[in-house]
């Protein structure tokens, strides 16, 4: 089976920057479509950032120029980089990493990480 485990979130002022990491462990062929999501209490989850295995990505509105989604295939890990958050940003952020192996594709969610940002 397959884990994933996230790390970076913190507290960090309206301005700042943060980088999560999601790693992936266990054993499978290759890391497909990832995704960044993110949940403020009393709200939806939503997507904030997908990149796809052919190298597309997308990212909501309130995100664009401010937020990067990567991965480092070689260390099985996949990336949000935020730049200038705002008090807006902060919710528990979630990977969603879909991940092959010998037979199929799986969907697998981290465990999530609190991101608040202070005004």
């Known amino acids: 089976q397959v884990q994933l485990v996230e790390s970076g979130g913190g507290l960090v002022q309206a301005g700042g920057s943060l980088r999560l990491s999601c790693a992936a462990s266990?054993?499978?062929?290759?890391?497909?479509?990832i995704g960044w999501y993110r949940q403020a209490p009393g709200k939806q989850r939503e997507l904030v950032a997908g990149?796809?295995?052919?190298?597309?990505?997308n990212y909501a509105d309130s995100v664009k120029g401010r937020f990067t989604i990567s991965r480092d295939n070689a260390k099985n890990t996949v990336y949000l980089q935020m730049n200038s958050l705002k008090p807006e940003d902060t919710a528990v952020y979630y990977c969603n990493v879909h991940i092959r192996d010998w037979s199929t594709t799986s969907v697998y969610w981290g465990q999530g990480t609190q991101v608040t940002v202070s005004s």
């Open positions: 266990g054993r499978f062929l290759s890391i497909n479509d």
């Open positions: 990149l796809s295995s052919g190298g597309r990505t």
